[in-house]
């Protein structure tokens, strides 16, 4: 059967792009215009030699050190998982794979009020927390927690299609053929 191209109407076509213009115009291009001119308003060696203020660096020391511990955990959890839905087939898949999306579909707001419900001094482990003197909400093992919430499904969302895509047929060939089950994360012992 031949499939026919359907092409819509010149000026159909004018008004989707334009308001796709205008939407980006306003969402995107206006508050980054706004952001950038309001810190550059006293001039870019102002706007410069305020990372030299203590705040900032603590601000900059805060996100690498978020970045370095959050990256690392979600690409090792991450791939465990997107290997374990992609390979293995079991009993609540299809809920794991829900609780992947879950903080895509969360608000961060929302997320940030469910944090303080349980971690919060008056939240459901905040006496325990206190009790034990353990800083988890507005320290940094909070931000972490919060990063790695948000930020999780993005690799698990990439790698899961990436793996399914490879099939299971050369894996189980390798396996027959003598290779352990972690060998595809390995480096060969025969060069190609």
């Known amino acids: 059967m031949e499939s026919r191209n359907i092409r819509e109407p010149l000026f159909v076509r004018a008004i989707l792009i334009s308001v796709v213009f205008i939407f980006l115009a306003l969402f995107l291009v206006l508050p980054l215009v706004a952001i950038f001119s309001e810190a550059l308003r006293k ?3 102002v706007y ?3 990372f030299a203020s203590p ?4 601000a900059i020391r ?3 050190l978020t970045a370095a511990i959050a990256v690392p955990l979600n690409t090792i959890f991450g791939v465990a998982l ?3 839905i992609a390979k293995f087939d079991f009993r609540g898949k299809n809920v794991l794979i829900t609780l992947i999306d879950l903080p895509l579909a969360i608000s961060p707001v929302i997320s940030g009020m469910i944090y303080m419900l349980m971690f919060g001094l008056q939240g459901w482990l905040g006496p325990w927390l206190l009790k034990h003197d353990v800083r988890l ?3 940094v093992p909070g931000i972490l927690l919060a990063t790695v919430f948000v930020t999780f ?3 698990a969302r990439e790698l ?3 793996m399914q895509g490879q099939g299971k047929e050369l894996e189980e060939a390798a396996v027959v053929l003598g290779a352990g089950a972690f060998r595809p994360f390995g480096a060969s012992r025969y060069p190609i």
Request: proline share 8%.
């Open 62 to 64: 805060l996100t690498l």
């Open 55 to 58: 705040d900032a660096m603590s």
């Open 160 to 162: 899961i299609p990436l």
């Open 153 to 155: 499904p993005f690799v």
């Open 137 to 139: 909400m507005f320290a």
């Open 43 to 45: 001039g870019f060696q």
């Open 82 to 84: 997107s290997w374990a």
């Open 48 to 50: 410069l030699s305020s």
